[in-house]
């Protein structure tokens, strides 16, 4: 069964960028062969869409994240990676991804933003 994991969150102060990092175990999986999403369920709320990126590699952005977020595939290492530039205290929460052929959910991986 493929897993997945979530990882590259820290603590950054607002203005911050992260690379968060999107790998799955499971050497017949490719990332490059379906669509990815990451989501976030920030504190007290419910998981939202934060990016998603087509196996052609076409993007899509929801909300507040547009123009500050940037997702992509990378093919070599088989992962799928969301830039995320000058954070703000509300992307505090916790970051999954997932593909839409995988009925699974990793553990998250937890960005805070503070100053």
């Known amino acids: 069964q493929v897993q997945l994991v979530e990882s590259g969150g820290d603590v950054v102060q607002p203005g911050g960028s992260l690379r968060l990092s999107c790998s799955a175990s499971?050497?017949?999986?490719?990332?490059?062969?379906?669509?990815t999403y990451w989501y976030r369920q920030l504190p007290g709320k419910e998981r939202e869409s934060v990016a998603g990126i087509s196996s052609a590699g076409s993007p899509v952005y929801w909300g507040s994240v547009k123009g500050r977020f940037f997702i992509s595939i990378d093919a070599a290492n088989n992962t799928v990676n969301l830039q995320m530039n000058n954070l703000k205290v509300e992307d505090t929460g916790t970051y999954f991804c997932?593909?839409?052929?995988?009925?699974?959910w990793g553990q998250g991986t937890q960005v805070t933003v503070s100053s």
């Open positions: 499971g050497s017949e999986f490719s990332f490059s062969r379906t669509s």
């Open positions: 997932k593909p839409i052929t995988l009925q699974t």
